[in-house]
């Protein structure tokens, strides 16, 4: 098994290694996205994640969540396919799908020290409060202009889909 493949854990997983990294003093920093035709800007959000602590944990939104917070046609890229690249970077510690819509659900499970979110979503994100609760802090990440799935996808139909 490769390297990257065993940095693709399941929720109950992480819940444990969690414990015990935060019994090591470690700071977790979790962020989650869809990832979906990965770009800079993906690149250089989740290298300014893991600058915020010890281990960086990315949440990926999963096939049936993209499709319900995006649309049917989404994602482009499937989910497998989204955790391996997302595992392979040396930035990221560990990767694990989810299926909802937003990421409060495994926030309280795993209970960071800090959570990352892009900044156009704004410090009142609905992370904050569950974050919060659990003793952690947002850390707000810029966005770089330009670069995102949904654009790509715009460019490359005008040049394409003609």
């Known amino acids: 098994m490769s ?11 992480l819940v444990v290694i969690c414990d015990n990294l935060k019994k090591q003093e470690k700071t977790i920093v979790t962020t989650n996205g869809t990832f979906d035709l990965f770009h800079i800007g993906h690149l250089k959000s989740l290298e300014d994640s893991k600058e915020q602590g010890d281990v960086l ?3 990926l939104n999963s096939d049936v969540s993209v499709k319900k917070y995006k649309s049917a046609d989404r994602p482009i890229i499937t989910q497998q396919l989204r955790m391996e690249v997302i595992a392979g970077l040396e930035c990221v510690d560990y990767v694990f799908s989810f299926d909802e819509t937003t990421p409060n659900v495994f926030l309280n499970k795993l209970k960071p020290q800090v959570h990352t979110n892009f900044i156009e979503y704004g410090e009142d994100c609905v992370e904050k409060e ?20 949904s654009i790509l996808i715009k460019k490359i139909c005008s040049i394409y889909c003609k």
């Open 3 to 13: 390297s990257s493949i065993k940095k693709i854990k399941n929720l109950d997983e």
């Open 130 to 149: 569950t974050v919060i609760k659990n003793g952690g802090k947002l850390y707000m990440l810029k966005k770089y202009e330009g670069y995102s799935s």
């Open 57 to 59: 944990i990315v949440g």
